[in-house]
């Protein structure tokens, strides 16, 4: 009996890290292969970026757990830290337009152009700090995470006017968390532009996925 708890455990969990969160429906579904390979590929970009800034360096760390609840790194409980986060976020998003995705220890929330931003603009959308405030809740609670910031674009125009449109949209979203009394020294902010797109450029629907910032939350670990 033992055992088959621990199998039916080991392939539930599984399923969720390959399950996507339907943010309209509320339902749970699976992300087609491409997808999923698309945004992992994206979280292991930020991942990368995030680990060869900090490599030389403990001082953001010890900075974050001398402010967090407790003051001590996760440690082994890693995954159970980010389960209980990556519920509360579900929560609190449902029905927003905002996917909650799991790669990992890592949690992303992707944040479609279209709802997060002014038309033709890098302000914030009135009718979207509402979802922003119930993150920064969440944010609070959870305060042993580095809260990576990344804003994307589709391929339409200049590489360099994208990448400055996405760094201004990752930058509004940044700051207006870091309003809610989050500490700075979590955030990094990451201007992609074009070059981690999430579908086919070529298409409308692949262009209206490609404009969007996401959010990366990356648990602070022991040195």
Do not use: W
Not at 75 to 101: F, N, P, W
Request: proline share 2%; aromatic share 6%.
């Amino acid at each position: 009996m033992i055992k088959s708890l621990i199998s039916l455990t080991a392939v539930a969990l599984t399923l969720t890290a390959c399950t996507t969160f339907d943010a309209y429906t509320g339902e749970s579904k699976m992300s087609s292969t491409a997808k999923g390979a698309a945004i992992g590929a994206s979280v292991a970009a930020v991942a990368a970026y995030i680990g060869n800034k900090d490599a030389s360096s403990d001082k953001r760390r010890d900075r974050i757990l001398k402010s967090a609840a407790g003051g001590a790194a996760i440690g082994g409980g890693i995954g159970y830290y980010m389960d209980h986060q990556e519920a509360k976020l579900r929560k609190q998003l449902r029905g927003t337009g905002v996917s909650v995705e799991r790669e990992g220890d890592n949690i992303n929330l992707i944040m479609p152009g279209d709802i997060t931003f002014e038309n033709n603009s890098s302000g914030i959308s009135g009718a979207f700090f509402p979802v922003l405030d119930s993150v920064a809740l969440v944010l609070k609670e959870y305060d042993k995470t580095i809260v990576a910031v990344a804003g994307h674009t589709d391929s339409v125009g200049s590489n360099s006017s994208n990448k400055a449109l996405s760094q201004k949209r990752a930058s509004s979203v940044a700051g207006y968390l870091k309003s809610k009394k989050i500490l700075s020294e979590r955030f990094e902010i990451i201007a992609f532009g074009e070059t981690q797109p999430i579908a086919d450029n070529g298409t409308a629907t692949g262009r209206d996925a490609n404009r969007r910032v996401e959010i990366t939350l990356l648990p602070v670990q022991e040195g």
